[in-house]
């Protein structure tokens, strides 16, 4: 197999976009997989990459103060230490806003580290450059 012809290839590793977005469409119902989204970020951010999590559906509410807790399964990490991992290191939480306002939740009480952001702000802060985009 031919390596790929972009420039970007080199020495057998591909770069790495410059912004990560990560889609969360999932709350504490499947605590596993917000885990996994949160590890993903943070290793991102760790490799000094700009994160945003893009929370949708039931994920919104991890944009409220004490709600990202708990222990997704045996040999996990604490949710709220990723959780605050992901803020210390600079991570930033976009929320839906139809999603805030169908589940009827007050954004001026969210973390620090959230703000309302739909589609084209979002899309804002990706850039014209892209990035890479993953979905939990």
């Not at 000094?48 to 919104?60: D, N, Q, S, W």
Request: proline share 5%; aromatic share 8%; net charge negative.
């Amino acid at each position: 197999m031919l390596p790929p012809s972009d420039e970007s290839y080199e020495g057998g590793k591909t770069e790495m976009a410059d912004k990560v977005l990560v889609n969360l469409a999932t709350g504490l119902e499947d605590s596993e997989r917000v885990t996994i989204a949160f590890l993903v970020a943070g290793a991102a951010l760790e490799r000094g990459r700009e994160v945003a999590i893009f929370l949708t559906k039931e994920a919104v509410r991890l944009a409220e103060p004490g709600h990202a807790v708990g222990i997704a399964c045996d040999g996990c990490p604490p949710l709220e230490r990723l959780f605050d991992q992901f803020a210390e290191a600079g991570g930033e939480l976009l929320v839906c806003p139809f999603c805030v306002n169908a589940r009827r939740l007050d954004a001026d009480g969210f973390v620090a580290n959230a703000r309302v952001a739909g589609g084209t702000p979002m899309f804002d802060w990706l850039g014209d450059d892209g990035g890479q985009v993953f979905s939990y």
